[in-house]
């Protein structure tokens, strides 16, 4: 037997680094999944953390007794950035139900005001749509809501299938101990 051939045999019968080939195999596919468990995780964390400061700032609307201003909205926004760790954009609608508050279909919703922080102003041509409309609760006539919606950036934390994306989180709350939100003044 030549000596290659007998190198050949000696290498196919030996059983050392065995388990080498199947962890070279199986390591980029266990470092990709906990990478991507971290991923979808961190997106989730993100949504509810951003659902939980939108209720908040909500809460703190809702119980709110004078008019606020634009630097209240400011303030608000740099509390929504400390909760979420986020640059978020920050809109305050207030509604109320003009007509047809009956039908869910038909009602007819009114724009109080609505002041945002890098989202624009709501009028009342944006809940004319059944899209729109549907955000919104079943309320009586002349009732009022107030609409507080944000939005931001998630970037995932690796590339394993997801990608950065808007988060748009709103809320709706009735006013606690007032009939209505003031924007600068009540007239």
């Known amino acids: ?7 050949l045999k000696g290498f196919s019968n ?17 470092v990709w999944s906990i990478m991507a468990m971290l991923t979808f995780t961190d997106a989730f964390r993100a949504r509810a953390m951003a659902t939980d400061a939108t209720a908040v700032i ?6 709110q007794t004078t008019p606020i201003y634009t630097a209240d909205l ?20 207030q509604l109320r139900c003009a ?4 039908d869910l279909d038909r009602r007819r919703l009114a724009v109080d005001f609505s002041q945002g922080i890098e989202l624009d ?18 309320m009586a006539r002349g009732d009022r809501l ?13 590339k394993v299938g997801l990608d950065g994306r808007e988060v748009n989180v709103s809320h709706t709350t009735r006013m606690r101990f007032t009939p209505r939100l003031c924007w600068e003044t009540c007239n």
């Open 1 to 7: 037997m030549s000596g290659v051939s007998k190198f």
């Open 58 to 63: 909500a809460d703190s609307l809702s119980r």
């Open 99 to 102: 007509r047809h508050c009956n």
């Open 74 to 93: 400011l303030g608000l926004k740099a509390v929504v950035r400390h909760l979420t760790g986020y640059d978020v954009a920050l809109r305050v609608t």
């Open 14 to 30: 030996a059983e050392e680094g065995s388990q080498t080939i199947p962890f070279v195999v199986m390591m980029p596919l266990l």
């Open 146 to 158: 107030i609409l507080v919606e944000t939005s931001f950036m998630h970037e995932p934390l690796a």
């Open 121 to 138: 102003p709501l009028r009342n041509r944006h809940f004319r749509s059944d899209e729109e409309r549907s955000r919104i609760p079943f």
